[in-house]
């Protein structure tokens, strides 16, 4: 697999947009690599081999994501919310993984729909106003990784939910949006 690679330091190249795209991405995937440490914690406890590996899997995905944008983010932009990003990242892993892997996978479904959509904006930004090399194709590969694991957790999780797991995901759906606007401010 091709990691695209920043040229020296990227953050000198991004516009104040994509500086604040960036923040939230690094937020967003730092909180997802905690999603991720809450399934694990939980399917430890309930000795759910199946729950472990779909985390390792898709949890390895996000801390490779996760390396591959701290190094575009300047050094000094990350969101100053981190800790709170990955306390809200571990709760949405492992209170789900507390009601079974149906609920984990409607779960990573409605989270992996949300950033889908914000990807995309962002490509489509660069893709109308250009960036720095190598910056698109990286976002299209995350991209594409989290459409990978949206389409598997849809498909593990079944066309039926309940009420619970439905508002749930509108919840889980909601707060994604908020924690973006948030982490492109502070």
């Known amino acids: 697999m091709n990691n695209p690679a920043p040229p020296e330091h990227p953050s000198h190249q991004l516009s104040r947009h994509m500086v604040r795209e960036m923040r939230s991405d690094h937020a967003g995937e730092t909180g997802a690599v905690y999603i991720y440490k809450g399934i694990t914690a939980v399917a430890r406890w309930r000795q759910d081999a199946q729950l472990l590996a779909f985390a390792k899997e898709h949890g390895d995905t996000e801390a490779e994501h996760l390396r591959l944008l701290e190094a575009w983010l300047p050094a000094y932009q990350p969101s100053?919310?981190?800790?709170?990003?990955?306390?809200?990242?571990?709760?949405?892993?492992?209170?789900?993984?507390?009601?079974?892997?149906?609920?984990?996978?409607?779960?990573?479904?409605?989270?992996?729909?949300?950033?889908?959509?914000?990807?995309?904006?962002?490509?489509?930004?660069?893709?109308?106003?250009?960036?720095p090399e190598g910056l698109l194709p990286l976002l299209q590969r995350c991209q594409a990784d989290?459409?990978?694991?949206?389409?598997?957790?849809?498909?593990?999780?079944?066309?039926?939910?309940?009420?619970?797991?439905?508002?749930?995901?509108?919840v889980v759906g909601s707060g994604s949006a908020a924690a973006v606007v948030l982490a492109r401010r502070v």
């Open 80 to 131: 100053r919310l981190l800790v709170p990003w990955c306390i809200a990242g571990w709760l949405t892993g492992a209170l789900p993984a507390l009601f079974g892997r149906r609920a984990v996978y409607g779960t990573i479904a409605a989270v992996e729909t949300f950033v889908d959509v914000h990807y995309q904006q962002q490509i489509d930004h660069l893709q109308v106003h250009g960036g």
């Open 146 to 170: 989290e459409q990978h694991h949206r389409d598997e957790a849809a498909a593990l999780a079944g066309p039926k939910k309940s009420w619970l797991l439905r508002l749930w995901c509108a």
